[in-house]
């Protein structure tokens, strides 16, 4: 019980990486188009003046703003697809229903009882929502339409009926279902979400403390990656309570991501608020995350490398240049961590605390950088672009990190003998991944799995697949290396994560292909 409760946390974690996915490039667009429409980008480059280019400037300002306007919806479909196991298609089609059904649900309690707000809606909590005046429950809404709807389609979308109703049978009732359950959850929702609120806000003066609460968030991040419960702790904090509550512009927003868009697309940097709030925002999203991808990640793989066993150093420096890569371009740290978290899990802790302390100076240093990733494109495009980001100084807190990371890893890796990439006795060769030979460690991961029969599922997230075993007593964890492995991890009984970096998909799709008779 307590296996499958892990299995389902973690999965659930999974799912909410489908609409971070979409939110991260549309933002890249959105930074973008505000930042060259901005007054002072004008005054530098008055060619940003013409009517033209503001038109296109502002057409696609609009059109990507309209993902950020619906974003439960988004999460509603994400988490039906990632929770469900069966008909995922019938399932994200429930979401969508379930969805609306809880707006007008909840929009029905609060006319019942007399609490629909005229006026300001949102001091009272409430806003428009597709039409809609309703609770502003946010991303927790679409999270919760999502969840029942993938419950219900595992349920039943075999439903029989007797015959003379036996055309709503099967998948057509899925939807039917997802409406039924809805309406009571949407008309309960309003008694139970200002103890919610509470508990979040009650969560936040922990994780939102003045400068140590990045800290502690930055660490608790990190030492739940391996479990695949990082995701779960930063889409509480971006869209809860848990997050704060901002009032911008006499408007209350819930969460650290709403409240960052506002400021970060529409308001700008000459706003009163950016200086109000962008340095802590920022402190939970991408400013802590450039610390670990621009300098810290790249700290690690050079002691790694000069660590390195002279013999081994060419295979060294061409793998941790992967991966050092991988972070710094695609903000996929989790290769480089896995390829020390196994051996020295000490170590990894280490690394934690020391993520955490070392991101508490950002607020004090007024950093505000934005957006949710923490590549080199974004700081190009949220650091350099956008004025009062005071981006010189994560430039300098990011070298005292790298040299704080390098000596410290390159001490440990020394003084404990740890067998970084470059210090192992047999190195696992990634030759096939390198030549995306994806057929071939697909035989190879099925063979080490135990075979075909062993496997019950196979997923995966950004960096691992996740594999849902009958025995894992039938794992060869040698013939896994072999496929060029960065790391395995056993989180729970019969279920075992498979570390491949940014092949991943690459993999699953291989092995899916295999496990089907596919040529």
Not at 309 to 319: C, I, L, T
């Amino acid at each position: 019980m307590n296996a499958n409760f892990k299995n389902e946390i973690q999965t659930f974690g999974r799912s909410l990486l489908l609409p971070i996915a979409v939110l991260a490039p549309v933002g890249m667009v959105m930074g973008i188009s505000s930042a060259l429409g901005q007054n002072y980008m004008i005054e530098k480059l008055p060619f940003l003046g013409n009517a033209g280019f503001k038109a296109v400037l502002s057409s696609l300002g609009l059109i990507s703003s309209v993902v950020f306007q619906n974003i439960p919806l988004l999460f509603a479909m994400g988490v039906a697809y990632g929770m469900s196991k069966k008909e995922k298609g019938i399932a994200v089609f429930a979401s969508v229903i379930a969805y609306l059904t809880l707006l007008i649900s909840m929009h029905v309690h609060l006319k019942l009882t007399g609490q629909l707000a005229q006026g300001d809606l949102a001091l009272v909590g409430q806003g428009m929502v597709l039409g809609v005046q309703t609770l502003k429950i946010e991303a927790v809404g679409g999270i919760i339409a999502g969840l029942l709807a993938a419950k219900v389609t595992d349920r039943y979308y075999r439903l029989q009926l007797p015959l003379a109703f036996a055309f709503f049978s099967g998948k057509k009732s899925v939807a039917i279902l997802a409406i039924a359950f809805a309406i009571p959850i949407g008309l309960i929702i309003p008694f139970i979400w200002d103890l919610f609120t509470a508990g979040m806000k009650s969560i936040s003066t922990i994780l939102m403390a003045p400068n140590i609460g990045a800290g502690i968030y930055m660490t608790l991040n990190r030492l739940l990656i391996p479990f695949g419960l990082h995701h779960v702790l930063s889409s509480t904090v971006r869209f809860t309570e848990a997050g704060g509550t901002y009032l911008i512009d006499g408007q209350t927003y819930v969460g650290i991501l709403p409240a960052i868009n506002k400021i970060l697309f529409e308001l700008g940097p000459n706003h009163p608020a950016w200086d109000q709030y962008m340095p802590t925002l920022t402190s939970y999203l991408a400013s802590t995350q450039m610390l670990t991808t621009l300098f810290r990640i790249p700290a690690i793989g050079l002691a790694m490398y000069h660590m390195a066993y002279f013999k081994n150093k060419k295979f060294a420096k061409g793998m941790i240049l992967t991966v050092v890569l991988t972070a710094v371009l695609g903000n996929i740290t989790e290769p480089l961590e896995f390829s020390f978290l196994f051996i020295a899990p000490k170590l990894f802790i280490v690394y934690a605390l020391l993520c955490g302390l070392m991101a508490i100076p950002l607020q004090l240093l007024d950093i505000s950088v934005g957006y949710i990733r923490g590549t080199i494109f974004d700081f190009g495009i949220f650091g350099l672009m956008y004025e009062h980001t005071r981006w010189l100084n994560l430039i300098l807190l990011g070298i005292a990190n790298f040299v704080v990371f390098y000596f410290v890893f390159r001490y440990a890796i020394g003084k404990f003998d740890i067998k970084t990439p470059g210090r192992e006795a047999d190195i696992a060769d990634s030759t096939l991944l390198n030549n995306k030979e994806y057929d071939k460690v697909a035989e190879l991961v099925i063979e080490g799995l135990g075979g075909k029969a062993n496997i019950k599922r196979v997923e995966n997230c950004v960096s691992r697949l996740r594999i849902d075993l009958n025995d894992q007593k039938k794992l060869d964890m040698t013939i896994l290396k072999d496929a060029g492995s960065m790391g395995t991890f056993i989180p729970s009984s019969n279920h075992i994560h498979v570390v491949f970096g940014p092949h991943v998909e690459f993999v699953r799709n291989a092995v899916d292909d295999a496990l089907a008779g596919h040529n």
